[in-house]
């Protein structure tokens, strides 16, 4: 599972530096020489989302989330590890809802296909919803991973 998120982390960098170059270009591009792209805005937005749900898992697999460490700092080795227990378990259960009422969307934009309602937009609008269930797919299967670390971990440790 490492190794996949690892992956993921890696390819979340290239779209970070794809999304940077992106902005820079049409900034330059709106502002020096009046020149706008609506299909290359609406990439940054698809970047931007990308980046998101695919970086949630490498993050949390790193231990770059959010947490309240002045307080959980100050716990003893048992109770950070009922914490993070519960915290997995139910952060499994949103990711679970969430992949299970995604794919519903997804399925039904690109059924529809569903494009952008921009003229000179983008196409293919369910391509980037097919990331929501993928990240949050990804989110669950580390919580399940993680959960059965911190179980088997000695309770001393």
């Given amino acids: 599972m490492e190794q996949l998120l ?7 960098q290239w779209v970070t530096l794809v999304m940077i170059a ?8 709106r502002y020096s020489f009046s020149f706008g792209s609506v299909w290359a805005q609406e990439l940054e937005w698809h970047l931007l989302a990308i980046l998101i749900l695919l970086g949630l898992s490498y993050a949390l697999q ?15 080795a048992r109770t950070q590890r009922l914490i993070d227990l519960i915290s997995l378990g139910l952060l499994f259960a ?14 039904q934009s690109y059924s529809i296909r569903e494009i952008s309602q ?22 669950a299967l580390h919580c399940l991973a993680a959960f059965a670390k911190r179980l ?3 309770r001393d440790a």
């Fill in 118 to 139: 921009d003229p000179g937009g983008l196409p293919y609008r369910w391509l980037i919803k097919a990331f929501i269930p993928l990240g949050y797919l990804l989110v």
């Fill in 62 to 76: 790193r231990g770059d989330n959010v947490r309240v460490d002045v307080f959980y700092a100050g716990y003893s």
């Fill in 6 to 12: 690892d992956a993921v982390g890696r390819f979340t």
């Fill in 94 to 107: 949103v990711a679970v809802l969430f992949v299970k009422l995604s794919i519903p969307y997804v399925m």
């Fill in 152 to 154: 088997t971990e000695q």
């Fill in 22 to 29: 992106l902005v820079a270009i049409n900034v330059i591009l």
